[in-house]
């Protein structure tokens, strides 16, 4: 696995850790704040030595007095954001209300580990679990929840250092938050947004990710941090709503010609919709999840069996013994 040994300074005491590898699920950017004698985590690695090498690199910006990370906020709460939360003991973990709410619905590092080294390797879920997620250790790990939850907005201070967290969510997940340093005019959007890839969004509509993306615009930074990819500046994430607003426009068009979900996702796909993107079989999720809202479905969105079909995609096109 490689990875950076080093942080990247974003704007005075913010450092990025940003695992990079476009076209791989997983590698989430990880912030750091640093002031004072105080310093803040956005978002944690996926497993433990993921979680030590960023601990390892960011020895040299942590301030003189700061011997640890004592706060650590979660964008969301998929694993491959918090799953390093356990890597701080008593550290102050901030997320959303709902975020903590809906943590029961999330893939446990114990079902993550099944799914690598349990299913069958010959079947789609099976082999894409190994493809995508075989790198990571998911023994030893445990989800450890937020000890400071809240709703609409909380303001966090690190010493010199403002920060305003701002719920979006639902959009990604059901909890999503931003995190705003208006005096750095720096956002750090979790996976609100994504760079290099195409998108996976599980809670959707698409229209509440396009609302999430305008807080953000709206809010006028310099500087955008994604869930994972590069950097992006202000105009990438226009860029990305245009994305969003074609993607939605597709979906509800084949909705409304009665098309199944899976032939709707087919037919996009096979147009090149954005093909120069990678990962292109969540086209699939994004596809299923906006049929779930158009069709009324209010309940959870199952992660691992909308992975499943973007499984089945991907092994029929790039498996072993197709075409792709």
Same mark, same amino acid.
């Given at each position: 696995?490689?990875?950076? &040994? +080093?942080?990247?300074?974003?704007?005075?005491?913010?450092?990025?850790?940003?695992?990079?590898?476009?076209?791989?699920?997983?590698?989430?950017?990880?912030?750091?704040?640093?002031?004072?004698?105080?310093?803040?985590? %956005?978002?944690?690695?996926? &497993?433990?030595?993921?979680?030590?090498?960023?601990?390892? #690199?960011?020895?040299?910006?942590?301030?003189?007095?700061?011997?640890?990370?004592?706060?650590?906020?979660?964008?969301?709460?998929? +694993?491959?954001?918090?799953?390093?939360?356990?890597?701080?003991?008593?550290?102050?973990?901030?997320?959303?209300?709902?975020?903590? $709410?809906?943590?029961?619905?999330?893939?446990?590092?114990?079902?993550?580990?099944?799914?690598?080294?349990?299913?069958?390797?010959?079947?789609?879920?099976?082999?894409?679990?190994?493809?995508?997620?075989?790198?990571? /250790?998911?023994?030893?790990?445990?989800?450890?929840?937020?000890?400071?939850?809240?709703?609409?907005?909380?303001?966090?201070?690190?010493?010199?250092?403002?920060?305003?967290?701002? $719920?979006?969510?639902?959009?990604?997940? #059901?909890?999503?938050?931003?995190?705003?340093?208006?005096?750095?005019?720096?956002?750090?959007?979790?996976?609100?947004?994504?760079? &290099?890839?195409?998108?996976?969004?599980?809670?959707?509509?698409?229209?509440?990710?396009?609302?999430?993306?305008?807080?953000? !615009?709206?809010?006028?930074?310099? %500087?955008? !941090?994604?869930?994972?990819?590069?950097?992006?500046?202000?105009?990438?994430?226009?860029?990305?709503?245009?994305?969003?607003?074609?993607? /939605?426009?597709?979906?509800?068009?084949?909705?409304?010609? +009665?098309?199944?979900?899976? $032939?709707?996702?087919?037919?996009?796909?096979?147009?090149?919709?954005?093909?120069?993107?990678?990962?292109?079989?969540?086209? %699939?999720?994004?596809?299923?999840? /906006?049929?779930?809202?158009?069709?009324?479905? $209010?309940?959870?969105?199952?992660?691992?069996?909308?992975?499943?079909?973007?499984?089945?995609? #991907?092994?029929?096109?790039?498996?072993?013994?197709?075409?792709?």
């Amino acid at each position: 696995m490689n990875l950076p &040994d +080093g942080l990247t300074p974003v704007a005075d005491g913010l450092h990025l850790w940003s695992p990079g590898h476009a076209g791989t699920w997983g590698y989430a950017n990880c912030l750091l704040v640093t002031s004072g004698e105080q310093a803040t985590l %956005v978002d944690t690695p996926y &497993d433990r030595p993921m979680t030590e090498a960023l601990i390892a #690199a960011a020895r040299p910006v942590l301030p003189a007095g700061a011997a640890a990370v004592r706060t650590i906020v979660n964008t969301h709460v998929n +694993g491959d954001h918090t799953f390093g939360n356990g890597c701080f003991p008593g550290a102050e973990i901030i997320a959303t209300k709902a975020s903590a $709410e809906h943590l029961c619905h999330e893939p446990s590092p114990q079902q993550m580990h099944f799914l690598t080294h349990q299913t069958p390797a010959d079947q789609p879920l099976g082999w894409y679990a190994r493809e995508h997620f075989g790198r990571y /250790e998911y023994e030893g790990v445990e989800s450890v929840p937020p000890t400071t939850t809240f709703s609409g907005r909380y303001s966090l201070r690190v010493a010199d250092i403002e920060a305003e967290l701002i $719920e979006v969510g639902p959009a990604h997940s #059901a909890g999503d938050l931003i995190v705003h340093f208006p005096q750095q005019r720096v956002i750090c959007a979790g996976d609100v947004l994504f760079a &290099d890839d195409h998108p996976v969004h599980w809670n959707g509509p698409l229209a509440r990710i396009i609302s999430a993306a305008e807080t953000i !615009v709206a809010l006028d930074p310099v %500087v955008v !941090v994604p869930g994972h990819g590069p950097v992006m500046g202000p105009q990438d994430v226009r860029d990305y709503i245009t994305y969003l607003r074609e993607l /939605e426009a597709l979906v509800q068009a084949h909705h409304a010609a +009665g098309v199944p979900a899976g $032939e709707a996702a087919a037919d996009i796909l096979a147009s090149g919709f954005y093909d120069h993107l990678g990962l292109r079989e969540r086209i %699939v999720i994004l596809t299923a999840v /906006e049929y779930r809202h158009l069709d009324g479905d $209010e309940s959870d969105p199952d992660l691992v069996r909308l992975a499943a079909q973007a499984a089945d995609w #991907a092994y029929r096109h790039h498996g072993p013994g197709s075409s792709g």
